[in-house]
């Protein structure tokens, strides 16, 4: 059974900074791509950032500069370091995995950004 367990909300200060943590319960050289999305309250949820088995990345224009996804295979994590947070971020954060066709998610983890 594929599971992708997220880590590392909380609540932070305008410019702070965050890392979210993925964690796969499969080698997540198994995924087509791997990605961020988040949800903030009465929104539709988005896409923050992907990155495909390639390593080929894409970000959203609201985070573009402040976010970075990284890899690591070795233990089958994926990250989303987030600097420069500002209010307008606050979400609930969601991992997600493609693989043959079939979405996966995680039970996201909530971020608030607040003075």
């Known amino acids: 059974q594929v599971q992708l367990v997220e880590s590392g909300g909380g609540v932070v200060q305008p410019g702070g900074s965050l890392r979210l943590s993925c964690a796969a319960s499969?080698?997540?050289?198994?995924?087509?791509?791997m990605g961020w999305y988040r949800q903030a309250p009465g929104k539709q949820r988005e896409l923050v950032v992907n990155?495909?088995?390639?390593?080929?990345?894409t970000y959203a224009d609201s985070v573009k500069g402040r976010f970075t996804i990284v890899r690591d295979n070795a233990k089958d994590t994926v990250y989303l370091q987030m600097n420069n947070l500002k209010v307008e971020d606050t979400a609930v954060y969601y991992c997600?995995?493609?693989?043959?066709?079939?979405?996966?998610w995680g039970q996201g983890t909530p971020v608030t950004v607040s003075s």
């Open positions: 990155i495909n088995s390639g390593g080929s990345r």
């Open positions: 997600n995995g493609q693989r043959t066709a079939i979405e996966y």
């Open positions: 499969i080698s997540i050289f198994s995924f087509d791509a």
